[in-house]
């Protein structure tokens, strides 16, 4: 895969007239917000803007552009603001930095809004590529093969609600990359079980309370599967599939945890019938006791997500019930222990994420629990609401998202970078490096 090239100079400020058309103005240079700050930014920030990414124009909000003319930073009040969702793989090291915000304009939906700039006939976005695996890379979707690999399982189950839900909703209505990759028989197969949660996101994708004004990107589940319709289709995955790994815990399903006796029994009648491939599980990390007995029944990797290495940060957005933060670092180690792999699933958000009092915290995070994966995954939410909720009014500048990921590194670096859930192969590499490195 060709790394996306950068630009030769900073590209034009981009913005939308009130019909949504998207112009450059080369009066204007692309800048990027961090926290509340606005930046000037230089060629190596930006890469082209990836296939699969889409652009946003932001209501009631006016761009920022750096004049050419004078050197300042100047918003155009008479134009909307534009901002770039980063295709899958790709991690924003700058947000899209827009000014006055017009009375009742609406809450942004639960997306990432990244810088987007223009030159020389393409567009520009602020990112890295963090993980080089394909399985989210728009090429590989064939919408029409899909839907129709999809029909055909279907078809031969019609008695299995899981492989039902995961077709009809996942697949088909929410093209869910996840649920279309196991339709086609390869890489990462999802596994929802758990209709409720014991935590109360600001920013949950799957249920929003109606004060949040806010619109869940996807329907909960509503059932509670049964171990023979998980064990169906995810050991012919396991056995059959490329880079094969099988994962507890999605976007359309509460908190797997919660059912973890269900989940501890389908370990064991899996790996009863096939030892190929990983079985994942993604979750809040909010039972340690629970954890622990899925690593006995077989478990073999955890992905702990969470918004901040810092405990007022995390509790204030997760809103736990009957757990604290100390409970998911606490997961994390456990699966260690066991000789697991452990990521966490860190919603990267310019100007908090790289606060040297997250890094620190970080630091302390990866030594205690002994993690072998950083996720670095764009947050997905409004930045002013949600520094509006956890009652943020000023922030420090940040080191930069780029020189976190570099200091982390340089400090771990048998600690593996990405955006996915690694496969067999790619865990057995680090764990050689960690080996090697004598951690
Ligand atoms: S842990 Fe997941 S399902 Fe639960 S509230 Fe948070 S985002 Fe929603």
Redesign the pocket.
Known sequence: MKPLSHPRRVPFMVYADADGNIFEDERYEAVGRSGYDVYPLVPEDFIELPTGSDLFTLPGRRPYGLNLETGEFDVREDVQAVAALNAPAYTQLYMAAFGTEEEGAPTLPLFCYTVVGWLDGKFYTTAVRIDPDERQDLENFDRELIIEETKKRLEHHPENRLIQHLGNNCSIRYCCPAARNFFMGRWECPIPVSPA?N???LG????QPEEHELTSPQDRLTFIPTVDEIVEFTVPHLESAERPIVSFGQGC???PLLVWQLMRDAIIAIRKKTSRGIINLNT?GSKPKAVEELMKAGLNSIRV?TNSARKSIYEAY?LPNNYAFEDIRESARIVRQYGGWASINYFTFPGMTDQEEEYQALRDWIRFSDLSMIQWRNFNIDPDWYLGKLGITELKPGMGVRQMMVKIKQEFPHLAYGYFNPPGEVQVKYNTIRLELGK
């Open positions: 949660c935590s109360n996101c949950c994708i799957s249920f399903e509460g908190e809040n997500s997760y």
